[in-house]
């Protein structure tokens, strides 16, 4: 199982970005998936998860401003992020096969896509 992420980049404070994640392997539509991310000098953090049912929680830091998405005819999970802000810069990675906020609980990681938002 691979999952490879994309979409990163720099976008000014207010702006928009969505981060991608293809997974390889089988039985994707069965497994839930989860975006985390890696500020500078910080612990990975929780931030959106969706289940295979497409039912979806997110971190209080990005409730209504991030949508976590899916299409499994595609093997891919989104991260559709509005209004960003300087404290949104990290590195985004994916995960699959795990339940809740903690990391622990993820069976596989994509390689982490870095976003930059400029003030």
């Known amino acids: 199982v691979q999952l490879q992420a994309s979409g990163g980049g720099l976008v000014q404070a207010g702006g928009s970005l969505r981060l991608s994640c293809v997974a390889s392997?089988?039985?994707?539509?069965?497994?839930?998936m989860a975006w985390f991310r890696q500020a500078p000098g910080k612990g990975r953090e929780f931030v959106a998860h969706?289940?295979?049912?497409?039912?979806?929680t997110y971190s209080d830091s990005v409730q209504g401003r991030f949508t976590i998405s899916r299409d499994d005819a595609k093997n891919t999970v989104y991260l559709q992020m509005n209004s960003l802000k300087p404290e949104d810069t990290a590195v985004y990675y994916c995960?699959?096969?795990?339940?809740?906020?903690?990391?622990?609980?993820?069976?596989?990681w994509g390689q982490g896509t870095l976003v930059t938002v400029s003030s």
């Open positions: 995960a699959r096969r795990g339940t809740g906020r903690n990391e622990i609980d993820y069976t596989y």
């Open positions: 392997g089988r039985a994707f539509s069965s497994d839930n």
């Open positions: 969706i289940t295979y049912s497409g039912g979806t």
